[in-house]
Structures are given as structure tokens and as C-alpha cells.
């Protein structure tokens, strides 16, 4: 090959070459971002529309189908789903993959648009959200005091937030669990009643006087003058000097019929920390920045920060997401430094230099991977981490084929400079195929379409950059370093170490071999048989698609019944609390009340603020595999025995998000029907061993109360619906009419209410004042009624029809496809009404959508693959021969998993894609020296078990370099790893004792043409 002889002969340039990529790699290594998952973009989004007063029906009719129907007009569109409940839809878009997330997000905004002239008139609020899975917190801190007010620790969350938004790579910091500032004006309507003021004019006073709107320009001869207008209130004088009425000569302020002050919203929600009253504060990172670097920036203001707290305050950091980036990617690059330790100890059997060659092409390999993935996009996370500890294990076997090759041309007495070029020469085309088959082969995952695929590409782009890398150093930097430092041994049998392993091979391979090409057919049954037997083992094993990630972070989330207050929420979250507390184990926890805990893992989207739900985000001192999660069982059934709520104990998971492992989604017309289905559904999950927090969002009806207006009464009282809708929502939780602006552009609610003391309640709601006509005040009571009435607690919809999604998790120890397949034939038994069906989602609606799409990427990588075997040996019997090898290597996959407990995942196919590979590059490398060996004139049988005994050696030493660098991976007991690396473990095991007798036989029946048929 021309590229190695030049780059023997021009050693000057090549050193200055790779000199040049080296420093490229350090320095796309110092700069490449560090997270520790990849990054999703997904093209998604989210409508939140706010009605205050309107019901879940009302809601679904005025808000989510007008929308929806917007929305199908929108190319591209995959999923619509609707989630209703009194006074807010939210509606949810999801696009096909591949689609642009912006285009797709301003399509969505543009249709919204179109609508929001025809939504209610007392909508609040219209708001399009990206899905956005790298919005995580970086960092979650709390404020604690016991004593301190919120509206004091507010201004010091504040104070805060400013000192960090400042710093470089910090997107925003957000202030949580604590009742928001207001200015509330408490109206007496004993004196708007008594000056017959109506609310509605106190209200427009309000709302005019906080008006902002620009005077334009004037222009005075050669000058120009901005006229500024009246404005926006400046504080709060000017609120309570508004004007409300002029009587006679006298004017009627807001001051006159209100008290004007600064307070704090009702305690809707409100956080702990570790039991004690605490406000949060949240850092988020703009994309692609190194969350190790940024960490230390932020920490070193914190501390500043610290510093200046007052006495009865203090600043607890709990939550650093750069503490799990550190400690996943500590933990995996010293298992890969390990992997290098134990590769280059597989590597004394050719001698101390050619170790020193092989050593020094993989840093060279990686530096170049590492530069392409920065390059292209791509951060350091701990996907793209195993992607190069999988490629160590391919691509020191470039290297070492070709250095083994080169120190056999120099035992064989070779001169240095010849024996580089002709050795790497002899076997150039057989790298470039193996490498090529190994590209295509990883081919499918990255062009894996959906989330899934998105999730794990960096994966196999980092193995593809990484062992073409190294193929590039086999051929280039390799021969020239060993023409300068090999040399010719003395023994030509090698070192002691060579010696020893080649009178092994003699001693065992070579009688077997014999013995199996005397029983050609036997062989191939027996092989045959063992991969059968193996298929039976994937039932025992099952699927599933991602694991659980092993945080030591994990969620309890409380789900109360629909009717539960803010108070009976939090005093099942304060006996949580309590068991938290006395568990050793646990490190810290924050509880959030009334409203989730903000997003702190990529793929888990927080709940939406609800009086009876409340969430805690705790920790464990540190996570073992080996006993946290029978520790986190222990306080399941703990939990368990709180009553009065839904408690679920969730761990993290990876992949992208999905609402649950096993989700039964009905669908059909009317809510009855589907409340009815919904509770068999949750009767057949629960009766399934192994399920556990079934979430049915029907369960329970929620009890509402109706105001029924005598519209007969309300018109001879001259009473509207719109001023009783005022008087009553005034009267019960105040009404926001305008924000108030501070000087330093901050925001908040300007609200009017009665006085706290003067808040209506079922006791006396009846004595509400409604203003009418003639300005006189008359009891609500005279004019409405009030009943209880039965409501739904929410209203579910699936692309634009009515649904119900029951789901439910999986225990630890349960296999959740087995799960799924039980459930399956369980709801098969289930007779639903005409106008009613079941889907099933969760996992395995995703593992649909993720593997629907990926048989045409394994075609091309099938044919790609079949394409360079055939181009390299011309011939279909030598493609046929080198397959044959392709179910060797499954037999011991599948037995490591079976051994091992682990489960058939997605990240255990990457294992056997990996294994494709490298059974390939070994089988390539076998045929294509005996049908060299042939080309010289040695007959076939002879070729045949000379090249088995000759290549023999250097599929060991790759066998065994790639069993060492992927077995501190498998020891790891990582659910997300260890199951990749057992699969390409036991398939090299089973491949290196089967493909090296079943691959001679194949050839030895069904040779390739020799010589001979060439020269015919």
C-alpha cells in the first residue's frame, strides 16, 4: 500500500502529522463539553392554557379541541395528546423524528396564533413550551430558616439569583416553593356599597391608571422630542392615589375604599429542606458548556454569597449534577485506564516493543475520535465514554495484527524498513475491510431514528471515529515505528512469552482442528445445535428497552385524592419526611408541596402545580448495586403503610422519556365509559405479580361546587353574571387585575381582595355583595344557590379523541417485557362495549416506534457489510465463509446475559452489533491468509491448517485485549453497561473456541477458487 511505504519513507513528515493530531486531540479533550447523558432534541411542544372558573368539560370544549383542531393542520404531526383539568389544558404536540425542533416550534405557535382570538374571554393565559430535555437543574440549593419570613427569604433568593445569572455559562437561576409577592389592595365593600361604587369600576380605575402606553415623537423645528405618557404605576402612592369616581367636588381615590400593601400570594406550595422551612434556588447551564468548569464558577460565587447570609439563614447546595457527571465519568475512565493495563499485559507474548507500539496507538486513536466527536458536534458523557472503551477493544487489534505481522517478518530475518512495508502490505486490504465491516455494522444504531437513537448515537459514532482513527495509525505511524524499533530476535520463535502460548495453540488447537476437519459434518452440526439451544434462552431472558440509571438521586412523588387541600398534602409529606429522616442512608431530601420538584434528570418532566400533589427529591449517601436497591424496596414497603395517598418511590431511568414502563391507554366517547374501563384495567394490573403504583387518574371522582343563578332573581335584582362571576372570585380568592412593575423591572400580581378576616366560606357565602345596575349592593345569596356535584378529575385525549392512560411501574426483579406480555393476554380477556378500545404504551409502544424504523438501516449495514467481503475476496463462497462465524459469537452472548440475570436490552444489542464486528474482522483476517497462503502454491488442506495455526496467535491476543478492556465495564454491575459488555464478552469467549474450527471446515467445503480456477 502507498500510504504506508510513504509513510516509512517520509518519517519526518509523518511525525509531524500526528504531532499535529495529537495536540488537536488535547486540545478538543480540554474543550469538548461534559454532561453526563447526551443531549435530546426533540420536536415537541407544549399549550398551557389557563381559564380560571372553567371545568374540566367546559374546558375540553372552549380550549383543547379548538386548538387540536388547529394543530392537524400541521405537517409532520405524530402524537396530540391533551391533559384537562378545571381551569387548564394542556395540550402536547409531538413531530416525527428528524423534523426541525424550531420550524416545528414556530408552526405550533403560528396555529396557536390563529386561534387565540377564539378562545373564553377570561383566559388568563396562552403558553407554548419546547420540550426540552436539557433544561435539568445543574445545580439545586436551598435556603434554610426556621424563623426568617418568605418575603424576606425571597429577596434573598433574589439577591442571589442575580450574583449567579452573571456568571459565563449559567442560562438562568429560578426561585421556587415559596408564596410570590404581591400588591394586594383589600377592598371594603361596606363603603364601595355605601357610595354605590360598582366592583367593575374599581377595576377599570385600576387597570387604566397601570396603562403604559408610548406618546410618540414631536417635532419642534430642527428638533425632535419623545413624549412620554402618563405611564405605569410607579409604587405604590400612585396605586392608592388612583381615582375611582368623582362625587360632586370630591374625588373618590382607591385609597378611600381599599388598603393598598405589599403581601404574599396564599400558600398554594412552599418547600423543606430536610424537614425545614426552606426556599429553593435553581441553576441551569446553557447548552454545550463543560459542567465541571462551570460548577467551579458558580461554586466560588456561592461561597461568596455564603458569607453574607444573616445569622438565622442558611444556604444548604445539595444537588450538583456535576458531582454524578464527576463520579460516572471518574468511575468509567479508571475502568478504562484499567482496560489499557490489562490490554498491553495481553501483549508480553510479542515482546516489550511491540507493546510500546501498540501502547502508543491508542492515544493516538482516541485523540483523533475524541477531535471528531467535538468537531462534529458531540460532548464527553458517558455513552460517548463506553463507545471508546468498546473501540479499545477493536482498535488495538489494527495495531496488533500488524505489529504481530511486522515482528514475524523480522524473526523470519526480514530487513527492518522491508519488513514494515511488506508485512503491512500483505494484510492492508484484509484492516481496510475489517474496519470497513466494523463501520457498517455500527451503521444501523446511528442512523436509528426516534428518541431512542437520538439518545444513544454518540455512542457508535464514537466507535466509528475511533477505530477508523486506528485503522489510519495501523497503516501509517505503526510501520514506521516498528522499522525503527523492532528488531530481529534472536530466538525466531520469539520470547519466552510467545513461545510459551504458540506450544499451547500446538498443543490443543492443533489436534482439534485435525479432528474436526476429519468430521466436517459433525462439526457443523454440533455448532449448528449450540446456536439453537442458545435461541432458547431468549424467552428465559425477556427484552426491555433502558435500565434504571443507578443515581444515588431518586423522587417520591404523592398523589392525594383530587379533593385534598394544600394542609392534607403536606401532613402526608411531613410522615414521609419523618421515615426519611431516620433512615441512616439517606443523605438529604427536598420537599416540594403543592407543586413538583424542579427538573433535575434529562428525561423526568416535573409534575404541574396541584393542591394534592407534592414531591420529594432525596438522595442516598452513595449508590451500590449491590444493596441500594433492596434499601429502596425497604422504603417502598415502608411507604406503603402511609394511607390517605398515592405514594410512588421512582428512580431514574435512561433513555428518552416515557410516562411508564406499562401504560394501558383506553379510549372511546364518553367519560363514564371510560371511568368504568379504567377501574378494570387497574383491578388486572394490580392482580399482576410484580406491578406496582398504579396510577388510574379516574380512580376517584372529584366532588365540585355548582353556583346555580336564579337568572329569574338576578334580573329583577339587576344583578349580570359577570359582576356575580367578579363578587364571588373576589370574594373567595381575590382577583389579579394588573402587574405591578418596580423600578428595578421586576413584576408581580397586583390583586384585589376582601381583608383575610372578610374571606367568604361555606358559612357565609350567601352574604357576598354583587353590585347591580342601580349601583346598590344585594346578596348573592338572594339570587344563587349553591350545590355539590360530581365532576370528572380530569379529562385525558389521544390524537383527538377522548382516552385514559392507567399505568403502572415494575418492581425491582421483574422483567417488565414479561410483564407486558401478561398484561397483553390479560386485556385480550376483557370484553369492551362497541365504540371502546385498549392500546398498550409505555415501553413498548417506544421500543415500537424506536426499532420501527431500523430495518432498513440494518438492511444497508447487512448488504454493506456482505458488499466489502465480497469486494475483497471476489468470490460468494468466501462472503458464505466468513458469515458462517455470525452465530457463533450469539451462543456465548446470550449465555453471559442468562448467567449474569441481565435482560436483553437495548444497550445489550449494542453488544451484539459491537460482536458482528469483531467476529468479522477475525474471520477476514483467517480467509484472507489462506487464500494467500494458496495463492504461494500450498495445497488447500494445508493452507488451511497453516493459516488456522498462524493467525491463530494474533485472534488470542485480540480476543484477550478485548476481554480486558471490557471487563472492569462488566464487573461494573452497571445496569446500562455491564449487559453490552457481558454479550461481547461471552460471544468472544464462544467465537474464539468455535470460529476457529467451524471456519476452516467451511472453507475446507466450500473453498473459494484457488489459483488454479484463476488461471482458467
Known amino acids: 500500500m502507498k500510504l504506508t511505504s510513504f509513510s516509512v519513507h517520509n518519517h519526518q513528515f509523518t511525525i509531524l502529522v500526528f504531532l499535529c493530531l495529537a495536540a488537536i486531540g488535547f486540545n478538543s479533550f480540554r474543550e469538548i463539553p461534559r454532561s453526563e447523558d447526551p443531549k435530546l432534541l426533540i420536536p415537541a411542544s407544549n399549550v398551557i392554557v389557563v381559564c380560571p372558573g372553567a371545568n374540566a368539560v367546559e374546558m375540553e370544549r372552549l380550549v383543547a379541541r379548538p386548538i387540536e383542531d388547529s394543530i392537524k393542520e400541521l405537517d409532520d404531526l405524530h402524537r396530540l395528546t391533551s391533559t384537562i383539568e378545571d381551569g387548564v389544558a394542556i395540550i402536547?404536540?409531538?413531530?416525527?423524528?428528524?423534523?426541525?425542533?424550531?420550524?416545528?416550534?414556530?408552526?405550533?405557535?403560528?396555529?396557536?396564533?390563529?386561534?387565540?382570538?377564539?378562545?373564553?374571554?377570561?383566559?388568563?393565559?396562552?403558553?407554548?413550551?419546547?420540550?426540552?430535555?436539557?433544561?435539568v437543574a445543574a445545580l439545586q440549593l436551598a435556603l434554610v430558616s426556621p424563623g426568617a419570613s418568605y418575603a424576606r427569604l425571597q429577596d434573598l433568593a433574589e439577591l442571589l439569583r442575580e450574583r449567579i445569572e452573571v456568571v459565563p455559562g449559567v442560562r438562568d437561576v429560578q426561585k421556587w416553593a415559596f408564596p410570590e409577592k404581591q400588591v394586594r389592595v383589600s377592598l371594603d365593600l361596606a363603603t364601595l356599597a355605601q357610595m354605590r361604587l360598582p366592583l367593575g369600576q374599581v377595576i377599570a380605575a385600576v387597570q387604566g391608571g397601570n396603562t403604559n402606553i408610548p406618546g410618540g415623537a414631536v417635532e419642534s423645528g430642527a428638533r425632535r422630542f419623545n413624549l412620554k405618557t402618563t405611564g405605569s404605576y410607579a409604587d405604590l402612592e400612585e396605586v392608592r392615589l388612583t381615582p375611582i369616581a368623582a362625587q360632586g367636588a370630591a374625588v373618590v381615590y382607591l385609597k378611600d375604599v381599599a388598603d393598598v400593601a405589599w403581601a404574599t400570594e396564599e400558600l398554594e406550595q412552599f418547600g423543606r429542606f430536610n424537614g425545614e422551612r426552606a426556599v429553593f434556588v435553581t441553576v441551569r447551564q446553557l447548552n454545550d458548556q463543560n459542567l465541571l468548569a462551570l460548577r467551579e464558577r458558580v461554586r466560588a460565587r456561592l461561597e461568596t454569597f455564603r458569607g453574607e447570609l444573616p445569622g438565622d439563614v442558611r444556604?444548604?447546595?445539595?444537588?450538583?449534577?456535576?458531582?454524578?457527571?464527576?463520579?460516572?465519568?471518574s468511575g468509567l475512565q479508571t475502568d478504562f485506564l484499567i482496560a489499557i493495563g490489562l490490554v498491553l499485559v495481553t501483549l508480553l507474548p510479542l515482546g516489550f516493543r511491540v507493546a510500546v507500539l501498540v501502547a502508543l496507538s491508542i492515544p493516538l486513536s482516541l485523540a483523533m475520535g475524541v477531535s471528531l466527536l467535538y468537531f462534529t458536534g458531540n460532548g464527553l458523557n458517558q455513552l460517548t465514554i463506553v463507545g471508546m472503551v468498546i473501540a479499545l477493544g477493536l482498535l488495538v487489534d489494527d495495531s496488533?495484527?500488524?505489529a504481530e505481522n511486522i515482528a514475524r517478518f523480522r524473526r523470519l530475518g526480514h530487513p527492518p524498513i522491508e519488513a514494515a512495508v511488506a508485512a503491512t502490505e500483505q494484510i492492508a486490504v484484509a484492516v481496510v475491510g475489517t474496519t470497513a465491516?466494523?463501520?457498517?455494522?455500527?451503521?444501523?444504531?446511528?442512523?436509528?431514528?426516534?428518541?431512542?437513537?437520538?439518545?444513544?448515537?454518540?455512542?457508535?459514532?464514537?466507535?466509528?471515529?475511533?477505530?477508523?482513527?486506528?485503522?489510519?495509525?495501523?497503516?501509517?505511524?505503526?510501520?514506521?515505528?516498528?522499522?525503527?524499533?523492532?528488531?530481529?530476535?534472536?530466538?525466531?520463535?520469539?520470547?519466552?512469552f510467545l513461545r510459551g502460548l504458540m506450544k499451547a495453540i500446538h498443543a490443543t488447537y492443533r489436534p482439534m482442528l485435525h479432528w474436526c476437519m476429519r468430521h466436517r459434518v459433525k462439526t457443523l452440526l454440533a455448532a449448528a445445535t449450540l446456536f439453537c439451544l442458545s435461541l432458547l434462552m431468549i424467552p428465559l431472558i425477556g427484552f426491555s428497552l433502558f435500565p434504571k440509571a443507578g443515581l444515588p438521586q431518586f423522587l417520591i412523588k404523592i398523589r392525594g385524592t383530587e379533593s385534598a387541600s394544600v394542609a392534607a398534602t403536606d401532613a402526608i409529606a411531613r410522615r414521609i419526611e419523618a421515615v426519611l429522616a431516620r433512615t441512616p442512608e439517606i443523605a438529604w431530601y427536598f420537599t416540594?408541596?403543592?407543586?413538583?420538584?424542579?427538573?433535575?434528570?434529562?428525561?423526568?418532566?416535573?409534575?404541574?402545580?396541584?393542591?394534592?400533589?407534592?414531591?420529594?427529591?432525596?438522595?442516598?449517601?452513595?449508590?451500590?448495586?449491590?444493596?441500594?436497591?433492596?434499601?429502596?424496596?425497604?422504603?417502598?414497603?415502608?411507604?406503603?403503610?402511609?394511607?390517605?395517598?398515592?405514594?410512588?418511590?421512582?428512580?431514574?431511568?435512561?433513555?428518552?422519556?416515557i410516562a411508564a414502563p406499562l401504560a394501558v391507554r383506553i379510549l372511546g366517547p364518553e367519560l363514564p365509559g371510560l371511568q368504568q374501563l379504567a377501574?378494570?384495567?387497574?383491578?388486572?394490573?394490580?392482580?399482576?405479580?410484580?406491578?406496582?403504583?398504579?396510577?388510574?387518574?379516574?380512580r376517584t371522582a372529584r366532588t365540585d361546587l355548582r353556583l346555580r343563578l336564579d337568572r329569574a332573581a338576578a334580573a329583577l335584582a339587576g344583578v349580570s353574571e359577570v359582576e356575580i362571576d367578579r363578587a364571588v372570585r373576589l370574594a373567595f380568592a381575590g382577583l389579579n387585575v394588573t402587574r405591578f412593575r418596580e423600578a428595578d423591572g421586576d413584576e408581580y400580581n397586583l390583586q384585589l381582595a376582601l381583608p383575610r378576616g372578610d374571606r367568604a366560606s361555606l358559612d357565609n357565602w350567601r352574604h357576598i355583595l354583587v353590585p347591580s345596575a342601580s349601583g346598590a349592593y344585594v346578596p348573592i345569596g338572594q339570587v344563587a344557590t349553591l350545590e355539590f356535584e360530581s365532576a370528572p378529575p380530569m379529562i385525558q385525549r389521544y390524537n383527538r379523541e377522548r382516552s385514559v392512560t392507567v399505568k403502572a411501574w415494575v418492581a425491582n426483579g421483574f422483567n417488565t417485557d414479561r410483564l407486558t406480555e401478561e398484561v397483553r393476554q390479560r386485556l385480550a380477556q376483557v370484553d369492551f362495549p362497541a365504540g371502546y378500545r385498549w392500546e398498550l404504551g409505555g415501553q413498548a409502544e417506544s421500543r415500537a416506534e424506536t426499532f420501527g424504523g431500523f430495518g432498513t438501516a440494518i438492511l444497508v449495514a447487512l448488504f454493506g457489510v456482505l458488499a466489502v467481503i465480497v469486494l475483497e475476496f471476489r468470490s460468494f463462497r468466501g462472503t458464505a465463509i466468513v458469515a458462517s462465524v455470525l452465530p457463533l459469537g450469539v451462543i456465548g452472548g446470550l449465555a453471559g446475559l442468562w448467567l449474569t440475570g441481565y435482560t436483553l436490552s437495548f444497550t445489550a444489542t449494542i453488544g451484539f452489533v459491537a460482536l458482528i464486528g469483531i467476529e468479522i474482522k477475525n474471520s477476514i483476517l483467517l480467509v484472507d491468509f489462506t487464500n494467500q497462503l494458496r495463492e504461494k502454491g500450498v495445497p488447500l488442506k494445508e493452507a488451511i491448517e497453516q493459516a488456522g495455526e498462524i493467525r491463530f496467535l494474533p485472534v488470542v491476543l485480540t480476543t484477550f485485549t478485548a476481554v480486558g478492556a471490557l471487563m472492569p465495564l462488566a464487573l461494573q454491575r452497571s445496569e446500562l453497561f455491564s449487559p453490552l459488555a457481558i454479550v461481547i464478552l461471552g460471544g468472544l469467549i464462544s467465537s474464539l473456541l468455535l470460529s476457529r474450527l467451524v471456519t476452516p471446515v467451511m472453507y475446507s467445503l466450500i473453498p473459494p477458487p484457488g489459483p488454479e480456477a484463476a488461471q482458467k
Open 592 to 657: 416540594s408541596v403543592g407543586k413538583g420538584n424542579p427538573q433535575v434528570y434529562y428525561n423526568e418532566i416535573g409534575d404541574q402545580q396541584k393542591a394534592s400533589f407534592a414531591e420529594v427529591f432525596a438522595s442516598l449517601q452513595q449508590f451500590d448495586p449491590a444493596t441500594s436497591p433492596a434499601l429502596l424496596d425497604r422504603l417502598r414497603a415502608e411507604l406503603a403503610l402511609i394511607p390517605g395517598a398515592q405514594i410512588q418511590l421512582k428512580e431514574f431511568e435512561n433513555g428518552p422519556p
Open 679 to 698: 377501574a378494570r384495567i387497574e383491578t388486572v394490573l394490580t392482580g399482576i405479580a410484580g406491578t406496582e403504583a398504579i396510577d388510574n387518574p379516574l
Open 437 to 496: 465491516t466494523v463501520l457498517f455494522a455500527f451503521l444501523p444504531l446511528a442512523l436509528m431514528p426516534g428518541d431512542s437513537g437520538q439518545f444513544i448515537r454518540c455512542l457508535p459514532l464514537s466507535v466509528m471515529f475511533t477505530v477508523s482513527a486506528s485503522m489510519i495509525v495501523a497503516l501509517t505511524i505503526i510501520p514506521f515505528l516498528a522499522s525503527r524499533l523492532l528488531r530481529g530476535h534472536e530466538n525466531p520463535e520469539g520470547n519466552v
Open 92 to 135: 402536547g404536540i409531538e413531530f416525527f423524528y428528524g423534523k426541525d425542533p424550531d420550524t416545528k416550534y414556530n408552526d405550533v405557535m403560528r396555529q396557536v396564533n390563529a386561534v387565540r382570538g377564539n378562545l373564553p374571554a377570561n383566559t388568563a393565559s396562552v403558553e407554548v413550551r419546547r420540550w426540552q430535555t436539557n433544561n
Open 315 to 329: 444556604m444548604e447546595i445539595a444537588f450538583d449534577q456535576a458531582d454524578n457527571v464527576s463520579r460516572r465519568l
Open 400 to 402: 496488533i495484527v500488524v
